[in-house]
């Protein structure tokens, strides 16, 4: 099983992400199911994906954790996303600063970013700095 964490930077109802993720996993439209709290999430209806969006008021207004039953490639799934859904995503770096994302484009553009360490402990929101 893999997951990711993804922050979307417009916000999308559940069928167009869930239409994004079956694209870009190249899997059937009915495989995906999104969620938005993990009391709803389904343990035997034989999802390959379970999507859980948050939603926020300000920046990167989603938050998206995809649960696949099946590996992939993590920065392959997000420039597919950023290009599906013609928006930036950002994804936590390796890097052990907490602040430090990695900033995918929707034309296939990655770069090393930090997110404005006020907003994120005070607000909850991730905002580039």
Same mark, same amino acid.
């Given at each position: 099983?893999?997951?990711?964490?993804?922050?979307?930077?417009?916000?999308?109802?559940?069928?167009?992400?869930? #239409? #994004?993720?079956?694209?870009v996993l190249q899997?059937?439209?009915?495989? /995906?199911? /999104?969620?938005?709290?993990? @009391?709803?999430?389904?343990?035997?209806? $034989? @999802?390959?994906?379970?999507?859980n969006v948050q939603?926020?008021?300000?920046?990167?207004?989603?938050? /998206?954790?995809?649960?696949?039953?099946?590996? !992939?490639? $993590? =920065?392959?799934?997000?420039? $597919?996303?950023? &290009? #599906?859904?013609?928006?930036?995503?950002?994804?936590?770096? @390796? =890097?052990?600063n907490p602040y &430090?994302?990695?900033? !995918?484009? *929707?034309? $296939?553009?990655?770069?090393?970013?930090?997110?404005?360490? @006020? *907003?994120?402990?005070?607000?909850? /929101?991730?905002?580039? &700095?």
């Open positions: 099983m893999a997951s990711i964490d993804v922050l979307v930077e417009s916000e999308y109802s559940d069928d167009f992400l869930s #239409a #994004a993720v079956a694209t899997i059937s439209r009915e495989e /995906v199911v /999104v969620i938005h709290d993990l @009391s709803e999430y389904p343990h035997t209806d $034989g @999802s390959q994906v379970v999507c939603r926020f008021d300000e920046g990167f207004s989603q938050s /998206v954790s995809c649960d696949c039953q099946h590996d !992939f490639d $993590g =920065d392959q799934f997000v420039r $597919g996303i950023a &290009a #599906a859904l013609k928006t930036r995503c950002l994804v936590p770096a @390796s =890097d052990p &430090a994302m990695r900033l !995918f484009t *929707a034309n $296939g553009e990655v770069a090393d970013v930090f997110v404005d360490a @006020s *907003a994120l402990d005070y607000k909850g /929101v991730y905002i580039i &700095a």
